[in-house]
Structures are given as structure tokens and as C-alpha cells.
């Protein structure tokens, strides 16, 4: 069964702390997506890459990084975590604009 | 930019009643998506569209593509527990990136 993973269900850290979430896909998918899920708000871009090393700013990059080292594996990293940034992240690959997989999430709480 | 409106933002119903949501946009998309998510997990793919009139099933589920283009319905038929959770829509912008709706989270009365 194809699956993307993500490391941590819960995760809870403290205000300034350095904070990587890791997403890894088993298809063989080109694009990879952050997302942030907050109540009422939807589904809120963060980062997306088409590719090895690349990376494009979606709707709201601020306070957050990416690094894409290999295909599989996507990153997202908060530089100092924030109380604002505590919400469910999303990971997501695809093959097409229509065939997303989207992982289980990370719930953050920063404190 | 382009924005998807979704509603209702939220519905409560009894076991059996069929639900309808829509998803509309000010702007014309070629294909129209629908994604549910369960408590706990990530979105999941449930209906896809790619023509204006399309009406397309999934079981209990049946979703349109707007004439206009501007739109989108899906209908679920007699819920049952297991549809409880957040229905989004989602269609591709200009530049094949997904716009998404804030989603309709259903819940079913016991």
C-alpha cells in the first residue's frame, strides 16, 4: 500500500526551540507539500517542491523552512518555534495536480 | 488570487438523512476535487471532475461539476457514522497548484 509518513502523531515542544518535522514517501512522487491545518481555515500551503534541492514558498512560508535532500524525503523546519505556529501539519506527494497522498499529520503544541 | 467558498461550514444530521454541501468561486476551474478527512488522519481523495455537467459517484456519494464552472456539489446519500469528518473541495489554479476549500464538518447525531 502506497503510504507517505510522517515521523511524529504528537509532538510538543517550547517556545524558541528549533523543530523538524520529517515526511517520507514510498511512490516515487516528484511534488511534496507542506501543510497547516487550523479550525475554520482549511488547508494553508507552507512549502511545496517539484524536486531535489528545490523548493517553492506557498501561502504563509514565514517562519518556516524546507530542505529537500532526496526525492523521498521532505523536511519542514521551524527556525524558533512560536506558540502561533501550534497546529496540525500536513504532508502530501503527488504525480499530478489531482493525485494527492497525504500522511497521518503532526499535531504541535509549542509551549 | 483564486478562492474556493465552501459551505455549510459545518452540519449536524441524523443517521440516514442524505447531506448536500457545495464548493463555489469567482473564477472558472477545469477540474473540480473532493477530499474527506477522518479524525485522526490525512485527507483522502473521493471524487474527481474534469467536465462541466460531470456527475460522478463513489457508493453513497455523488458530486457535480457546475455547468458554470464556478461550482461544485456532493451529496451523500443515508449517512452512516463512518461519514463523519471534514469534506473538503479543492480544484488547480493557473499554475496547477491546488486551491482548497475550508472544508464542511460533518457530524452525526447519536
Known amino acids: 500500500d502506497v503510504k507517505v509518513t510522517q515521523s511524529s502523531r504528537y509532538l510538543v515542544k517550547r517556545t524558541g526551540e528549533k523543530v523538524f518535522l520529517e515526511c517520507v514517501q514510498d511512490m516515487d512522487h516528484e511534488n511534496m507539500f507542506w501543510y497547516r491545518q487550523d479550525p475554520g481555515l482549511g488547508l494553508r500551503l507552507i512549502y511545496f517542491?517539484?524536486?531535489?534541492?528545490?523548493?517553492e514558498k506557498g501561502d504563509i512560508p514565514e517562519g518556516y523552512s524546507v530542505s529537500r535532500e532526496k526525492k523521498e524525503r521532505f523536511s519542514l523546519i521551524l527556525e524558533s518555534a512560536s506558540t502561533n505556529q501550534t497546529s496540525m501539519y500536513l504532508c502530501?506527494?503527488?504525480?499530478?495536480?489531482?493525485?494527492?497522498?497525504f500522511g497521518s499529520g503532526t499535531r504541535l503544541t509549542v509551549v | 488570487g483564486q478562492q474556493l467558498n465552501q459551505s455549510p461550514q459545518s452540519m449536524f444530521i441524523q443517521e440516514g438523512e442524505d447531506v448536500s454541501m457545495n464548493c463555489t468561486s469567482s473564477?472558472?476551474?477545469?477540474?473540480w476535487l473532493w477530499y474527506k478527512q477522518e479524525p485522526g488522519e490525512g485527507p483522502v481523495l473521493l471524487i474527481a471532475l474534469y467536465k462541466a455537467g460531470e456527475l460522478t459517484s463513489n457508493g453513497r456519494l455523488t458530486a457535480q461539476f457546475g455547468i458554470t464552472r464556478k461550482d461544485s456539489f456532493l451529496n451523500i446519500s443515508a449517512s452512516i457514522p463512518s461519514d463523519v469528518g471534514i469534506y473538503f473541495c479543492a480544484g488547480p489554479d493557473s499554475n496547477y497548484q491546488l486551491i482548497w476549500g475550508a472544508g464542511t464538518k460533518l457530524i452525526i447525531k447519536p
Open positions: 517542491s517539484y524536486d531535489v534541492k528545490m523548493k
Open positions: 473564477s472558472i476551474f477545469n477540474t
Open positions: 502530501a506527494s503527488s504525480y499530478s495536480y489531482y493525485g494527492y497522498t
